[in-house]
């Protein structure tokens, strides 16, 4: 989920920035600091935007640098347990599917896929069934966070995924379970309808 966050901290301005205006000075040093960062409690920072300094610098006796309060927007994108996300497949390997949860990847593994048991097919690159189902590159599923590690960058955060919940997967099993879902009362009533025939 993306968030906008307001944030106020306590920034260093390099003694070498003071030729720029002040706050495009702090804008540079804090998307330095936070933008592609993840930040426990706040989550994956992607852009730092309307930065306003708050009062007066203050000059530290033997550090050439200046200390202000700036007050910021980021926006912020956190991923939870139990979100459910709409995600491309980005690579297909021997474990699983790297699929793509906003600006970060996470992992389907192929015990993850669904109720039946996929094998990963060599040929066609792809995850695959007995039943004929299959995942590959590109694919759209919609999918939910298992497990959620958050780390400093976004190369070390692991995201777990999986499809084993009802009403997951790729679009056509989700339409082929809901035709099976509403042909199964049809039947129901059709059995009720010839026992109250025969009675």
């Not at 790297?98 to 995850?127: A, M, N, R, W």
């Amino acid at each position: 989920m993306y968030y906008s966050m307001n944030i106020e901290e306590k920034i260093r301005i390099p003694s070498a920035m003071l030729a720029m205006d002040i706050e495009d000075a702090a804008k540079k040093v804090l998307r330095d600091s936070y933008e592609r960062r993840v930040f426990k409690g706040v989550g994956f920072v992607l852009s730092v935007d309307d930065v306003e300094i708050q009062g007066q610098g203050v000059v530290v006796p033997g550090d050439a640098n200046i200390y202000y309060t700036a007050s910021f927007n980021a926006l912020v994108f956190n991923a939870s347990v139990n979100e459910v996300f709409e995600a491309e497949v980005k690579e297909i390997v021997e474990f699983g599917a790297f699929c793509s949860i906003g600006p970060l990847d996470g992992l389907l593994h192929v015990s993850q896929v669904g109720g039946e048991k996929f094998y990963y097919d060599k040929k066609s690159k792809s995850l695959s069934s007995r039943g004929k189902k299959s995942v590959k590159k590109g694919d759209v599923l919609l999918l939910k966070i298992s497990t959620v590690s958050l780390k400093s960058t976004a190369n070390d955060t692991k995201i777990g995924l999986t499809m084993r919940s009802d009403g997951l997967g790729k679009a056509e099993w989700i339409d082929e379970e809901k035709k099976r879902a509403s042909k199964k009362p049809e039947k129901a009533e059709k059995k009720e309808d010839k026992k109250s025939r025969k009675e």
